[in-house]
């Protein structure tokens, strides 16, 4: 099929401030800041940009998709972010066995109100 889609490219998070959000997914997530403007900020993750953007209109004003970022290490990355004052839903969990590894997740709640989560998948012990 020639119009496959190849990748993910770019994620856009409709926030309400951008120098907020932006200093939020920078400094407390630790992802590389590119550049921001008056109404937006461009993030980048492994290859993956972040676009935290003010609503173009009203239809853009909802809380974003759930963003899964990666750890190694969740209970960790879990308390190293709670100390950077970011807020959780939940502490570290199992969300689904499959054979031998276990995928664990902590959601949380980004400068903007979005939820998004932490994620690690381990060997089952």
């Keep these: 099929m020639e119009n496959k889609i190849q990748k993910i490219v770019q994620i ?3 926030v309400k401030d951008v120098e907020r959000a932006a200093s939020f997914y920078s400094e407390k997530l630790g ?3 590119l550049f921001k403007t008056d109404t937006m900020a461009f993030l980048e993750t492994d290859g993956i940009r972040i676009l935290l953007t003010l ?3 009203d239809s ?3 809380p974003s998709s759930v ?3 990666q750890v190694e290490d ?3 990355a879990f308390e190293a972010n709670k100390k950077q ?3 959780f839903i939940d502490e570290p969990h199992i969300i689904a066995r499959m ?3 276990e995928t664990w997740m902590a959601f949380f709640y980004d400068s903007e109100e979005n939820t998004h989560a932490l994620m690690c998948e381990k060997t089952a012990e």
Aim: no cysteine; charged share 10%; aromatic share 12%.
């Design 85 to 87: 004052g970011i807020t």
């Design 67 to 69: 963003l899964y970022f």
């Design 74 to 76: 969740i209970e960790a």
């Design 12 to 14: 856009g998070v409709p």
């Design 55 to 57: 609503p173009e209109n």
């Design 99 to 101: 054979g031998d590894t």
């Design 60 to 62: 853009f004003t909802h």
């Design 31 to 33: 992802l590389n800041l």
